[in-house]
C-alpha cells in the first residue's frame, strides 16, 4: 500500500503545491489529505484542484478534542507534513505520531525560529543581523515552535544589497526544490 501523507497549512500552500505535485504519478506515497485551521485558506483551494480530500477544524476541535487525531488514524496517514501550519501541535497529537510529524522553516535553526518567527519578520531579522548566510530547514516537530531535531538544512549566500524579496524567493526555492525529496527520503525508510 502507498504511504500516505496529510499536510497541515494555514496559508497559500505553495509548499503543499510542490509535495502535492511531486507525489501524484507516485507509486510509494500520496498526499491523502489536506488540513486547515483557516477555511479561507488557498491551500484548500490547490488541494480540491488535485481531488484531494481536505479538513477544517477550529482551535476546540484541535486543542480540546481528539477529532483531528482520530481522523488521521481513520485515514491510515504515515506521515504529517506541517507547510507553513502556524499554530502549536498539542500533545495528543505529538503522542499519536511520534517522529512522524515533520516542519519547515525558512532560516538556519536554531537561529531565527521560535513562537512569532514566521513570514517575512524571518527573513527581516536575518538582514538586520547581516547575517552572510540563510537557508532552510526541515526537522522533525516536538512540544515548542522550531525545536524539534533536524533533519535536512539547505543554504544560499546572502549578497551585499539583497533585499527582502531576494532572501525570501531564494529561501522559497530551496523549500520547494527540497521538502517534496526529503519527505520521500524519509518515507522510504518506514516500513
Ligand atoms: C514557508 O516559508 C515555510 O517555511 C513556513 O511557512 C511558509 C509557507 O509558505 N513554515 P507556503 O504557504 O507553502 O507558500
Known sequence: M??????????????????MEHFKYSDSSEVALVLSNNPEAFVLQRADNFEIPTHVFDRHDFYESDEVVNLLKRLDIDLVVLAGFLWLVP??????????????????????????MYGDKVHKAVLAAG????????????????????????????????????IKFNGQQLEHLHYPKVIENLLKKYN
Open 91 to 116: 500533545d495528543n497529537l505529538l503522542k499519536a505520531f511520534p517522529n512522524k510529524i515533520i516542519n519547515i522553516h525558512p532560516a538556519l535553526l536554531p537561529k531565527f525560529g521560535g513562537k512569532g
Open 131 to 166: 547575517e552572510e548566510e540563510h537557508g532552510i530547514t526541515i526537522h522533525f516537530v516536538n512540544e515548542n515552535f522550531d525545536e524539534g531535531e533536524v533533519i535536512y538544512q539547505a543554504k544560499f549566500r546572502v549578497e551585499p544589497g539583497d533585499t527582502l524579496e531576494v
Open 2 to 19: 502507498r504511504k500516505r501523507i496529510a499536510i497541515f497549512a494555514s496559508g497559500s500552500g505553495s509548499n503543499a503545491q510542490k509535495i
